[in-house]
């Protein structure tokens, strides 16, 4: 018999794996934990495991099988069908097959054995094989899944024809999560030519977490395959498939995680309204890491913490802009200054999405918050609980494409004219909702701020002339908290397009029934007349800010004050989808009252004392 094997690497550096001395033993508290986790108790006191030697690496196999439940062909036959009923009962079979090499743990799984291993893998190790091997300009790509640090898709799933080159999928704020390749020529006769049936054949390969090669082979045909695993782990990585490297020192790694937990627990005084000091304030975008739209348009948002046997609700919240705060001091209800106890409980909470009563996503509170950190200059990203370097050319290339986005794609004058004021007797700039306000009333404006026909806001303010409908969208300071408006353009524009394409007046009806009812001008239009202004004109979509900073610095002048990335990968992501998929894109930097006495609203972590320390912005 041959299979198809699926290569992945154990952690030996697992933490829960530290106190052990022998592989063997490392192995018996990998299958415990997992044992343990699943609650399934037989097999844990006596763990048998069979060794076997072959040059040089030691094999080690774990098998066991298990009675499952019935099938369900048993419940819908009827009795005379079934002589046997025990012929219905399922069997699971669990086979780890560990390869122990000099530096490395390895392992192929049969059947239902991934739960055993999931927690001690390597996560990244196929991707890292591969990044040794790759030849950017003669790979081909024909499936691809990837995470977007920036965009509407957190997951993006791609399908390509044949002689799609790697070099054409590879692009700024994309992370590859798993890819289906086919190797160039030279690749495949260099590494595993003993797989090939002819000198000119390509291997097809599939790389994520784990390194599978498309074809059957047999166990002597594993064992080479593992041997030049072993080479080519030796070559240096090229760091060609991403913008990003994952940072790996556990030393940094520990001291990126205590400053992001400390940031967290120092703004409940912020959240408690009992201190307003900028040493202690960050902002943050609490999205999904599963499904962003279904995040943003959820009707409620039930928050789990954990109980002794199972996650028990204790929130529902009708806006996602609520969860940081009702969850952090619900934290520092139960814990006080307790700061173990106050993060423990937090790894403990989920948070659900639902429409009506479907859930439509869930995960973790703490895979909700992305965080961007800036370490001696040098880009550092928390995405999906990893975390990604930025390489120094793209940080370079990405400043010049943002600078160049705000100067050819601005906004015309006269539009967006009225300056973004502070509170008065204060330091900050008033709120969006009551900048956006100043606009009703005028004539060709509309306010559409706080209305959500299905769940998402369709705008800030909707400026119209003869021939185009302007949809702005408003946020004050170019900081992190930029993405979420970013995705917000997305996804209504998405949703207008859907609805001006199919002349859905139902869609628009809601938007026009919320202007009145909000007591706003409809500039004497009709219900009929709003949605018509949707299907005759052309629609551009506008990005619009205002500086954090009191001298109010051009964005297309001095990008590097501007120094979020997050920031710049969602304005030349987003501008790039909407010109692509909906319409013209435009930006614009509506002007603030100068004021130079005034402190800066935001840290500016471009000043010299701020670069010597690590400093952290969630966003």
């Known amino acids: 018999m041959n299979i198809i094997p699926k290569i992945f690497k154990i952690d030996k550096q697992h933490r829960q794996l530290s106190g052990t001395s022998t592989t063997e033993d490392m192995l018996k508290v990998i299958i415990r934990v997992a044992y343990a986790k699943m609650e399934i108790m037989h097999g844990q006191d006596d763990l048998e495991l069979i ?8 094999y080690y196999l774990y098998l066991y099988s298990v009675a499952d439940k019935q099938s369900k062909w048993a419940a819908f036959l009827p009795p005379e069908l079934k002589n046997n009923s025990e012929i219905f009962n399922q069997t699971k079979l669990t086979l780890v097959l560990f390869v122990e090499t000099e530096h490395n743990l390895y392992a192929a799984i049969g059947g239902n054995a991934f739960p055993i291993i999931v927690n001690f893998v390597d996560h990244s190790f196929g991707l890292d094989i591969y990044d040794r091997i790759i030849s950017i300009d003669n790979d081909e790509a024909f499936t691809t899944k990837s995470r977007r640090i920036v965009g509407q898709q957190v ?3 791609e399908q390509f024809r044949d002689n799609y080159k790697l070099i054409n999928y590879l692009q700024f704020g994309k992370i590859p999560k798993e890819l289906h390749i086919k190797l160039s020529e030279e690749t495949s006769n260099e590494y595993f030519s003993f797989l090939l049936k002819k000198n000119t054949e390509r291997l097809k390969i599939s790389v994520g977490k784990a390194f599978c090669i498309h074809r059957e082979v047999d166990f002597d045909t594993l064992h080479q395959i593992i041997s030049e695993l072993c080479t080519i782990n030796e070559l240096a990585p090229q760091e060609l498939l991403s913008s990003y490297t994952e940072l790996r020192d556990k030393i940094l790694i520990e001291e990126l995680q205590q400053q992001l937990n400390n940031r967290i627990f120092n703004y409940i005084p912020i959240l408690q309204r009992t201190a307003n000091t900028m040493t202690q304030h960050f902002e943050f975008d609490l999205c999904s890491p599963n499904n ?3 995040f943003y348009t959820a009707e409620t948002y039930v ?3 954990k109980g002794e046997d199972k996650h028990e609700q204790f929130a529902t919240l009708l806006d996602k802009d609520e969860i940081f705060s009702t969850v952090v001091l619900r934290a520092y209800e139960l814990n006080g200054d307790n700061e173990v106890g106050f993060l423990f409980y937090l790894r403990g909470v989920r948070i659900e999405c639902y429409r009506g009563s479907k859930r439509t996503t869930a995960s973790s509170f703490l895979f909700h918050l992305n965080a961007e950190f800036n370490l001696n200059k ?21 400043e010049k494409q943002t600078a160049a986005i705000f100067r050819t794609t601005k906004l015309p004058a006269g539009i967006m004219d009225i300056p973004w004021e502070l509170k008065t007797n ?10 956006n306000i100043q606009y009703d009333g005028r004539e060709n404006y509309f306010v559409i701020d706080t209305i959500k026909p299905e769940g998402i806001e369709p705008c800030d303010i909707i400026f119209i002339n003869d021939t185009e409908i302007y949809i702005i969208h408003v946020k004050h300071s170019f900081t992190a908290r930029v993405r979420e408006l970013t995705n917000q353009i997305l996804i209504s524009a998405r949703r207008i397009s859907q609805a001006s394409a199919s002349k859905n007046h139902k869609y628009f009806d809601k938007i026009y029934n919320s202007i009145l009812n909000k007591g706003r001008e409809v500039n004497n239009l009709s219900s009929i007349e709003f949605a018509e202004l949707f299907y005759n004109r052309a629609p551009i979509y506008v990005f619009a800010t205002a500086s954090q900073f009191a001298d109010d610095p051009l964005i297309a002048d001095y990008i590097t004050r501007y120094n979020s990335n997050i920031a710049r990968f ?7 989808e909407v010109r692509a998929n909906y319409g013209d894109f435009k930006t ?4 603030r009252t100068r004021d130079t006495s005034v402190e800066l609203l935001i840290i500016d972590e471009s000043s010299n004392e701020i670069d010597q320390e690590l400093q952290i912005q969630l966003f």
């Open 378 to 398: 040098t880009p550092i990203f928390l995405v999906d609980n990893k975390w990604y370097q930025l390489k120094d050319a793209f940080v370079k290339s990405l």
């Open 588 to 591: 614009c930097q509506i002007r």
């Open 303 to 305: 928050l789990k913490e």
């Open 292 to 294: 962003i739209e279904a």
């Open 155 to 157: 997951g993006l799933s």
């Open 570 to 576: 969602s304005v030349t992501t987003c501008a790039s």
């Open 51 to 58: 060794q076997f030697p072959k040059d040089g690496r030691t």
């Open 426 to 435: 204060s330091h900050h700039l008033i709120d969006e909702g009551d900048y």
